[in-house]
C-alpha cells in the first residue's frame, strides 16, 4: 500500500473516531461536567458501548462504585478544576476508606477504583493510540496503589468437609429446594468444576448434558466474557444436582440481593465453627481455589484447563489449544479426594 493511500486512510479514520467521539446522546461534552456527568453522557455511549463487546452489568456497576467514591471524596469538581491535588485527595482517601466488614478496603479493591477512574480521565483527554478521547483537558494521572503480596491459600479438605455438614443449619434461600440440598449442590459442583460463583448462579440445566456429564457454559456467563466453557461433571456432583433439580430454569436459583448470598457465605462458615475472615474461607472463590489446588497436584496442564485458563508459556497453549484432549482432565478429575461423608454420597448415589 502507498504511503499516498495510507495517509488518506488514516485522515479518514481519524475523521470518523472524531465524529463518533463527539456524538452522543446528550450533546458535545464540555469541561463544565463533573466526571460523573462525562462518564454517563459521554464515556459509556462512546467508549464503553463502542466496544466490540459491550459492558455487562458487572463492569458497569463497578464503574458506578468508584465513580461514589470520587465524588464522596473528591466533592465532585467540574473537569476543568481536576488538578493532581484531586486526584491525591481520591487516593489518599480511599487507603483510609471502611470496606465491607469494617476492615479498610483491600488493596486490589483500591487499585480496581483507581484503574476505573483513571480510564474515564483519561478519555476526557486528547486520543490516545486509537483510543477515544473527549479533548476537554489534560487529565492527570491517577496512580494505582501497590497489590499486597500474598500467598493464595486454599481451603482444607477437613474444612470443606465442615462446611458440607452446616450446610444442614441454613435457612436461606427459600424456595422448593431445601436450603441443605441447595448449599451442597453448590458446594460440591463449585468445588469439583471450579467454575466462578458468578457462572454457578447463572448456570442452567439447558447447559447441562447428563449423558456426557459436561456443563457448556457460554462465553457470555464466563469472566471477561472471551470464550465459551466446558466443565467436566463427576458423578458426584451429578447426584447432588440431582436433589435440586425441582424445575427452576437455573440450577441455583437466588431470588434476593446478591450481597446477601455473601453475607450468607459468612454464616455458612461461621456454622461450620471457622473464621470467614480467614484467607483460605473468604469468599465462594476459595471452592476454586481447592479446585485449583487438587487438579495441580496431579496435572497442572490439566488444573489450566479445567480452570478455563490457558498459560503464558507458548508451549502450554499449544497444548491446551490444539493438543490435549479433554480425557486430560477426565482422568484428572477422577483422582480429586471427595469431601462428602461416605454414607451420604452413598446414599445420594443410590437415589441418582
Avoid at 470443606?160 to 436461606?172: F, G
Avoid at 502450554?316 to 451420604?344: G, H, M, W
Wanted: hydrophobic share 40%.
Amino acid at each position: 500500500m502507498s504511503a499516498a493511500i495510507s495517509l488518506r486512510l488514516y485522515a479518514a479514520d481519524e475523521e470518523d473516531s472524531a465524529s463518533s467521539e463527539e456524538s452522543s446522546s446528550e450533546g458535545k461534552p464540555s469541561a463544565d461536567w463533573t466526571l460523573s456527568e462525562f462518564y454517563a453522557r459521554w464515556f459509556t455511549p462512546v467508549v464503553l458501548r463502542g466496544r466490540p463487546r459491550p459492558p455487562d452489568a458487572a463492569t458497569l456497576a463497578g464503574y458506578g462504585e468508584a465513580l461514589r467514591w470520587w465524588a464522596r471524596l473528591t466533592g465532585e469538581p467540574s473537569l476543568r478544576s481536576i488538578d493532581d491535588a484531586t486526584v491525591a485527595r481520591f487516593t489518599s482517601g480511599l487507603a483510609e476508606a471502611p470496606g465491607r466488614r469494617g476492615d479498610r478496603l483491600a488493596a486490589g479493591t483500591r487499585r480496581k477504583h483507581a484503574l476505573r477512574i483513571g480510564a474515564v480521565l483519561a478519555a476526557t483527554g486528547p486520543r490516545r493510540e486509537r483510543r477515544p478521547g473527549a479533548r476537554l483537558i489534560d487529565p492527570p494521572a491517577v496512580p494505582l496503589p501497590d497489590p499486597e503480596p500474598h500467598e493464595p491459600e486454599a481451603p482444607t479438605l477437613d474444612e470443606l468437609r465442615q462446611l458440607y455438614a452446616a450446610a444442614e443449619r441454613m435457612t436461606r434461600p427459600k424456595l422448593l429446594i431445601p436450603p441443605v440440598h441447595w448449599w451442597r449442590a453448590l458446594l460440591v459442583v463449585g468445588y469439583t468444576t471450579g467454575l466462578r460463583i458468578n457462572t454457578l448462579l447463572e448456570l442452567r440445566w439447558s447447559w447441562i448434558d447428563f449423558e456426557t456429564s459436561e456443563i457448556r457454559v457460554p462465553k457470555e456467563s464466563m469472566k471477561g466474557r472471551r470464550r465459551a466453557h466446558t466443565a467436566r461433571l463427576s458423578v458426584e456432583a451429578q447426584a447432588h444436582l440431582a436433589k435440586i433439580n425441582l424445575g427452576y430454569p437455573r440450577c441455583f436459583p437466588w431470588p434476593v440481593h446478591r450481597r446477601r448470598l455473601d453475607d450468607a457465605w459468612d454464616r455458612l462458615v461461621t456454622l461450620a465453627g471457622l473464621d470467614p475472615k480467614s484467607s483460605r474461607l473468604s469468599g465462594f472463590h476459595a471452592l476454586r481455589r481447592s479446585h485449583a489446588t487438587e487438579m495441580a497436584a496431579e496435572n497442572p496442564l490439566a488444573a489450566s484447563l479445567s480452570l478455563g485458563h490457558r498459560s503464558n508459556s507458548h508451549g502450554q497453549n499449544l497444548l491446551a489449544d490444539c493438543y490435549a484432549d479433554r480425557r486430560l482432565i477426565d482422568s484428572t478429575l477422577a483422582k480429586l479426594p471427595s469431601f462428602v461423608p461416605a454414607e451420604p454420597l452413598e446414599r445420594q448415589l443410590s437415589l441418582f
